[in-house]
């Protein structure tokens, strides 16, 4: 989690930078989920032929936790395939999807800076948290 405080000049500087994370987000998510859905598609056949190259062999999957190593909080993939790379992918897009929704409805909260017009002299100091204001100070009212 990142928290920082900065300094704008003008509400549609504030406005502005939201939207900057806005247009960012949606891009880094488009690739993400095109990146998913080329994935997809191998890591599906892969179990596909995994199931049943077991079921001809006559044996039960093994467990997924096979290949795994937990370090602390942290897991590593041993031999990883289309199905681990489609995971964490999902991961990301979920991640991205909920930031995106973080960013909108912020600019959304914000909507009410548009209609203070002229606001030269006052300095807006925003606490963010992930680029995300959370708190606004004015001073130099």
């Known amino acids: 989690m990142s928290i920082q405080i900065k300094e704008y000049n003008s509400a549609e500087a504030i406005a502005e930078n939201l ?5 960012e987000t949606k891009n880094s998510l488009s690739l993400y989920i095109q990146k998913l859905e080329e994935i997809q598609s191998v890591a599906e056949k892969s179990k596909r032929i995994r199931e049943v190259m077991l079921k001809m062999a006559g044996k039960k999957a093994p467990a997924e936790t096979l ?5 602390g909080s942290l897991s590593i993939i041993l ?15 979920r991640s991205k999807q909920a930031r995106l929704l973080t960013l909108q409805k912020a600019r959304e909260d914000l909507r009410w800076l548009d209609q203070l017009g002229e606001t030269d002299g006052i300095t807006y100091t925003v606490v963010e948290n ?3 204001p959370e708190k606004i100070l004015l001073s130099g009212l």
């Open 79 to 93: 031999e990883a395939n289309a199905v681990h790379e489609m995971e964490a992918i999902e991961t990301v897009v």
């Open 130 to 132: 992930q680029d995300v």
């Open 67 to 71: 290949g795994e190593i937990q370090i």
């Open 19 to 23: 939207d900057k994370q806005i247009d």
